[in-house]
Every structure is written in structure tokens, then in C-alpha cells.
């Protein structure tokens, strides 16, 4: 079990001026997460506005230094680059070209993207990940790799070649073909589904070996960085026990094993995922914040090694 407090924090709801106020007031406190990965929809689904994505950016802010996005839909990107320049919030963004649902979807982010790059800074944005986890869901090699060089094109022709691009894959399906059209070697890292569960430092463990073996058989000279890892709070997934003791130790577990490595990592993911209707409960509960955006636990339990 976890030594630290895992009772929640009231920080305040969504889009209030006091937790605005509080996260302002921590902004300059040095984040111990590398990265977090967030989702800007509502429990119910619906788009999150401009207000409440500002509110939630300041809060991932005093926990983060980066954060990555899945999509441009909802008007996500513009939303997070207006608010980070606004509010001079230092996150590094890094954004998602969603191609799960095909080439009109995947045309229609890339517009987006290049739209609201070009609106803002397009320093801002520090990588973008053509699809997540694609060829697990199914897709073919040959359509992936093309949907990362028609975005790399675009990107150079728009004056912005200078950003990253690459894509999200798990590590069991991530081929040299890939590596080749990828600038970073980004993977996801889930080892809440493995078969077998020893202990939660042997869990954190395993994602960094799995990492290593990316880094050492294929990634050649490409920096790797891990994409997705995380521990829910609720559900079951198999052997490991989920529950919110279990999700601090694991995060504090991976994320000193993960710097000691020297990894770039992106933990999954800021907020339970309530908007995922009719997914199972494992899936709702990876959040260190809660659907409220309420911290789940006291996140100073994350600086500790």
C-alpha cells in the first residue's frame, strides 16, 4: 500500500475564479510529472469550453510540465494554445492528429492544426502524434505511414517543418517501417493489463524494461519517448489490483524509474475519463483528477524518490 495521503484535495470545481486563483498561485512550483495526457471533453461527452479549459490547463500546470492531445476536434487545440498564451502558462504542447475514423477525419484535423498553429505560436506546439495506437486497433502499415507523410508535407509547406512529427503506437506493434516516418519514438506503455501481477514496483518496472527493449532492438539513434502509462483507481483489468492506494504508488514508482532512465514520459491521463460512456469502469478511472477535476490525491507525493 501507498504511505502517502490518498484522501481527495478540494481545489474547487471547474471554471471557478478560486481555483483559477489557486492554480495561479502554484504555477511557479516545479511540476513533478514530465507530462500528462488530457482530454478536454465533458462528462457527458460534450465539448469543454474555453473557460474550463483554461481552469484545467493552470491546475495540470502545478503537476506537469507538458501536455499531450489526442485530437483538434471540439476546438481542443485552439482552446489550450489561446489559454496557454494568455495566461502564460508553461506547458509544452503536444498535439494529436486523430486517424482512427479515416482520411475525411484525419483531413479535417490536419486543417484545424495547421489553422490554429498558424493563428497562435506555433512554437507552442512541441510534437505532433499522427494517430494513437492505430495499427493495434487495425490499421494497415502502408495507410498509417501515409497519413504521417501527407501530415509532414503539409507541415513543411505551411512553414512549420520545424515540429516533430510522429506517430503513438504500442510497443507489441511498433515495426521498423515505423520507426523510419517517425521523428520520436513515441509508445504506450499499459501494463495494467499484463497476465501476471507481482507487486506495483515490479509493474513499474516492467513499462520501463518494455521501454528499454524499444530503445535498444529498433529505435536506432530516435530519441523514445512513452506515450501513455498509467493505473486506474477502480475496475478490474485482470491480476493487477486497481484501486487509488495502488494508482499514487505506481505513479510515483513509474515516474522516478521512468527519469532515472532518462524517458520523456506522458502519464495517463489527467482526468477520469466519464465522457467514455459504456466503457468499463477500469477505463473511466485513470485520472489524477477526478471528472471534476478535483485531485484524487495529495500530488506532493509525487516528488518523492
Known amino acids: 500500500m501507498c504511505p502517502f495521503d490518498t484522501s481527495p484535495i478540494s481545489n474547487g470545481g471547474g471554471g471557478n475564479n478560486a481555483s483559477l486563483g489557486n492554480a495561479v498561485d ?36 502545478t503537476v506537469a510540465s507538458n501536455v ?45 492544426f495547421v489553422v490554429a498553429a498558424k493563428h497562435y505560436d506555433s512554437s507552442l506546439i512541441k510534437g505532433v502524434s499522427v494517430g494513437n495506437e492505430d495499427i493495434f486497433k487495425g490499421m494497415s502499415e502502408s495507410t498509417l505511414i501515409g497519413y504521417i507523410n501527407q501530415v509532414r508535407a503539409r507541415l513543411q509547406a505551411e512553414g512549420m517543418g520545424h515540429i516533430p512529427v510522429y506517430t503513438t503506437e504500442t510497443d507489441a506493434h511498433f515495426s521498423r517501417a515505423l520507426v523510419a516516418v517517425s521523428d520520436i519514438i513515441e509508445v504506450n506503455l499499459q501494463v495494467i493489463f499484463d497476465s501476471s501481477f507481482a507487486s506495483i514496483d515490479a509493474s513499474a518496472q516492467s513499462a520501463i524494461q518494455r521501454a528499454n527493449n524499444i530503445k535498444n532492438n529498433i529505435a536506432g539513434k530516435k530519441p523514445v519517448r512513452i506515450g501513455e502509462c498509467g493505473w486506474s483507481s477502480a475496475g478490474n483489468t485482470g491480476p493487477c489490483p486497481l484501486s487509488l492506494a495502488n494508482e499514487v504508488e505506481f505513479a510515483r514508482k513509474f515516474k522516478c524509474k521512468a527519469e532515472a532512465a532518462g524517458y520523456e514520459y ?40
Open 26 to 61: 502554484n504555477i511557479n512550483l516545479v511540476p513533478p510529472l514530465w507530462g500528462l495526457t488530457y482530454s478536454p471533453y465533458n462528462t457527458d461527452g460534450t465539448c469543454s469550453d474555453f473557460n474550463t479549459v483554461a481552469d484545467q490547463l493552470l491546475k495540470i500546470a
Open 68 to 112: 499531450r492531445l489526442y485530437s483538434t476536434d471540439c476546438s481542443q487545440l485552439s482552446n489550450v494554445l489561446e489559454a496557454v498564451a494568455k495566461n502564460n502558462i508553461a506547458l509544452g504542447i503536444y498535439v494529436g492528429i486523430w486517424v482512427s475514423s479515416g482520411a475525411s477525419r484525419m483531413q479535417l484535423d490536419l486543417d484545424q
Open 266 to 305: 506522458f502519464y495517463f491521463e489527467a482526468k477520469n475519463a466519464m465522457w467514455k460512456q459504456g466503457a468499463p469502469v477500469s477505463e473511466q478511472n485513470f485520472g489524477i483528477f477526478d471528472a471534476s477535476f478535483v485531485p484524487k490525491f495529495d500530488f506532493s507525493a509525487l516528488s518523492v524518490c
